[in-house]
């Protein structure tokens, strides 16, 4: 089956005092996945279980993410969840203090509709008001 | 069916020292389109232009709003835009008056909606 993106959402979380990279990533999730809604769902009558997640998140040590934590707080669909490094540390040089910053993108897959859904024909203006 | 949406994206503007409602409402706007990036015409087989656009901004002086310079942000698409009371003032604080004008924050919600109906009905 075909499957076709329709959104990619970005988002950033830190974790400022524990280098923790994983609360880091919970939060740059949620900051991606609180910026849009997706009401296709009710719109369509598609499942939920159609969409499939797929979750990359960038910090300066993937292995510290633990992917499966990630995974367990995506409300919808079929999460899966990859760390690679990127993101961004910051360390003040006058305490030693390192912020964590995770960087987020969550691409929402789902099977390809053009087959099973047509537009209507544009409405006829009636009311004679300029467009 | 007639008219269906298939996803809201959300931001916030801000303008800090003008009290530019244009200016919040349009950085608004933008952080809600650039935070995501969308397929939804690509994903039913329909042209960009079939999108139908509806921009909600709220802010706390609705009226001060240019909505002819909002529309100039939408690459394509007929944006049909609608300006209500909401967003935030906060006020400057007494000890700190600067230009004496509040923190102007603008809400704004974008949905995609396209006319459609099932191919077999």
Same mark, same amino acid.
């Given at each position: 089956m075909v499957e076709k993106r329709l959104i990619i959402e970005m988002g950033m979380g830190n974790d400022m005092y524990g280098q923790d990279y994983t609360k880091a990533a919970i939060r740059a999730v949620e900051s991606a996945i609180r910026r849009s809604s997706?009401?296709?769902?009710? @719109?369509? @009558?598609?499942?939920?279980?159609?969409?499939r997640v797929a979750v990359t998140i960038g910090v300066q040590d993937p292995a510290g993410v633990d992917t499966a934590a990630v995974a367990a707080t995506l409300p919808r669909g079929r999460a899966q969840v990859t760390a690679t490094p990127g993101g961004q540390n910051v360390t003040n040089p006058g305490t030693g203090q390192t912020i964590v910053i995770a960087t987020a993108a969550v691409e929402a897959f789902f099977p390809d509709q053009s087959e099973l859904w047509r537009l209507l024909p544009a409405p006829a203006k009636t009311d004679g008001a300029p467009g | 069916m007639t008219k269906t949406r298939i996803l809201t994206e959300f931001g916030i503007g801000s303008s800090l020292r003008r009290q530019d409602y244009t200016e919040a409402a349009a950085?608004?706007?933008?952080?809600a389109l650039w935070r995501n990036s969308i397929n939804a015409a690509e994903?039913?087989?329909?042209a960009k232009e079939d999108m139908i656009l509806d921009v909600e901004i709220g802010v706390h002086r609705p009226e001060a709003v240019d909505i002819a310079e909002i529309a100039k942000i939408f690459p394509y698409g007929?944006?049909?835009i609608t300006v209500t009371h909401g967003g935030l003032d906060i006020a400057r604080p007494e000890a700190n008056p600067g230009s004496g004008k509040p923190t102007v924050i603008a809400n704004a919600a974008i949905s995609v909606s396209f006319a459609m109906e099932p191919a077999d009905g």
């Amino acid at each position: 089956m075909v499957e076709k993106r329709l959104i990619i959402e970005m988002g950033m979380g830190n974790d400022m005092y524990g280098q923790d990279y994983t609360k880091a990533a919970i939060r740059a999730v949620e900051s991606a996945i609180r910026r849009s809604s997706l009401p296709l769902f009710e @719109g369509l @009558g598609l499942s939920h279980d159609v969409m499939r997640v797929a979750v990359t998140i960038g910090v300066q040590d993937p292995a510290g993410v633990d992917t499966a934590a990630v995974a367990a707080t995506l409300p919808r669909g079929r999460a899966q969840v990859t760390a690679t490094p990127g993101g961004q540390n910051v360390t003040n040089p006058g305490t030693g203090q390192t912020i964590v910053i995770a960087t987020a993108a969550v691409e929402a897959f789902f099977p390809d509709q053009s087959e099973l859904w047509r537009l209507l024909p544009a409405p006829a203006k009636t009311d004679g008001a300029p467009g | 069916m007639t008219k269906t949406r298939i996803l809201t994206e959300f931001g916030i503007g801000s303008s800090l020292r003008r009290q530019d409602y244009t200016e919040a409402a349009a950085r608004a706007v933008r952080d809600a389109l650039w935070r995501n990036s969308i397929n939804a015409a690509e994903l039913f087989g329909f042209a960009k232009e079939d999108m139908i656009l509806d921009v909600e901004i709220g802010v706390h002086r609705p009226e001060a709003v240019d909505i002819a310079e909002i529309a100039k942000i939408f690459p394509y698409g007929q944006p049909t835009i609608t300006v209500t009371h909401g967003g935030l003032d906060i006020a400057r604080p007494e000890a700190n008056p600067g230009s004496g004008k509040p923190t102007v924050i603008a809400n704004a919600a974008i949905s995609v909606s396209f006319a459609m109906e099932p191919a077999d009905g």
